[in-house]
């Protein structure tokens, strides 16, 4: 299970974004990211060792192992609101609940 | 790049069948596994299983084998999500995106557009 925190970031533009994701078994790999904007499909963000998908900006980067792993977004611009969620291949297959990102 | 384009919004009754589709753009469609992932606002997103297009061959997620169907026409460059008898529960957006695993990671990308599913009496 992967349990995602804050359910809802509410941020100023500018400001540093930190999403978490906290496994509840150690995973062997880390998870991967996707974004959601409201009425889209998910995109993805980074996979395998911290790897942006195409035209993902370097805004966005991540870190951690084990059962904590963490989206990080440098400076919050407002293209940026949506959920993000985690997800993972270790135990099964499955995502997190998500963050929302909303911009103050 | 791959591009991934479902069929169109559907309506059905309980009891009813219904077929879904993902249509890639290309060739290499056959080539990578493909993933079908349903989202609900209770459980969120929720892996279904995966179809390798080029031979059909199939993986499902323990919680909805034998409730869904998956299959693919590669002539076509199409893969299908097929029920033969829906139920109010199975009301939700399905996605499919291609599902990609390398060196121990695993990812989704691209996702199709979703298909949304409602089904009510």
């Known amino acids: 299970v992967l349990t995602q925190s804050p359910a809802t970031l509410s941020l100023s533009p500018g400001e540093r974004a930190t999403l978490s994701c906290r496994a509840t078994?150690?995973?062997?790999?880390?998870v991967a990211w996707y974004q959601q904007k409201s009425g889209q499909a998910p995109r993805l963000l980074i996979y395998?060792?911290?790897i942006r998908a195409p035209g993902i900006p370097a805004r966005f980067s991540t870190s951690g192992s084990g059962t904590d792993f963490t989206l990080t977004i440098s400076e919050l611009e407002a293209e940026d609101v949506g959920v993000y969620y985690c997800q993972q291949r270790t135990n099964g297959l499955t995502f997190g609940g998500g963050t929302k990102v909303e911009i103050k | 790049d791959v591009q991934l384009v479902q069929s169109g919004a559907e309506v059905k009754k309980p009891g009813e069948s219904l077929k879904i589709s993902c249509q890639g753009s290309?060739?290499?469609?056959?080539?990578?596994?493909i993933a079908w992932v349903r989202q609900t606002p209770g459980k969120g997103l929720e892996w279904m299983g995966i179809i390798w297009p080029g031979d059909s061959e199939t993986y499902y997620n323990p919680s909805f084998k034998g409730q869904v169907t998956m299959s693919a026409d590669k002539s076509i460059t199409t893969a299908y999500l097929y029920w033969s008898r829906v139920e109010t529960s199975d009301t939700a957006i399905y996605y499919c995106?291609?599902?990609?695993?390398?060196?121990?990671?695993?990812?989704?990308?691209?996702w199709g557009q979703g298909t949304l599913v409602s089904v009510s009496s």
């Open positions: 395998g060792a911290s």
């Open positions: 290309e060739n290499s469609f056959t080539n990578h596994w």
């Open positions: 078994q150690s995973l062997r790999s880390s």
């Open positions: 995106a291609r599902s990609i695993t390398a060196e121990g990671f695993n990812w989704f990308g691209p």
